[in-house]
């Protein structure tokens, strides 16, 4: 075994030895049409009996994609159409600072309406921004919209990301975005997460934000897939490691 992987399963041990559960979550962003590697996605979730919530991109998803995911896969809201509105000098973002709070709610509801339709008892009012970004002032809106949930990238620094709307981000993003887009490799995402179940045992991060593992099936190359099956298949193994529904993550506060 490789340093990495003996890196990753010797954090599971410290936690499973202090009489803690390692928590982990699955988020998938980008669904929104049939696709070979979407359906393998949800083969290895089925496979593997992971649960896996699923961020769809509602103007563009089809019911059809609905129609071969399992029991354990969730639907969470990927934004409304995923485009680009940043301003020349910002970063990517589907809601920009320019664009009131109004505005961008008013999309945002007629998009989950769609979506809602297509996902049915699937979905839940979790909202995923694309490019993982969101204005601040749009947060504490989205709980009178009906939002339970946001999950966005990095530790969070509180439980709710404003009140009546709880936050659960993901922290280990498998792909190299700005290297080629495919596989990150097994040492930087297990170190990923194991800073983060780090951080959380020294008390330096809530320790009860489960560790969330981003992936993005589209981008995917044979290594990363390789990648997952692995851990699907290294941590169900390990005594302690619970791997959340986004239901039980986004309980209501
Ligand atoms: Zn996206």
Redesign the pocket.
Known sequence: MNTAWQGFLDELARWHDAGRASEFWWRD??AARPARALERLLALSQASATPLAL?V?PLLAEKAIFENAGPLVSVLQ??TD?VNRAGPQEKKTEFSPAEAPAAALARLAAARRQLEALAGKRFLAVL?P???RMPRTLAPHLAAAGYRGLSQFGVRTDAQAAPGLRQVNTHADIIAWRAGRGFAGESEVLAAAVRHLGAKRAAQADAHEATGWLT?HAMHDEAAWAFLERLFETTRQQPGVIWRRAEELFHAP
Request: aromatic share 8%.
């Open positions: 962003d980008d961020a991109v990927h934004g995923h995923a694309p490019w993982n993005h």
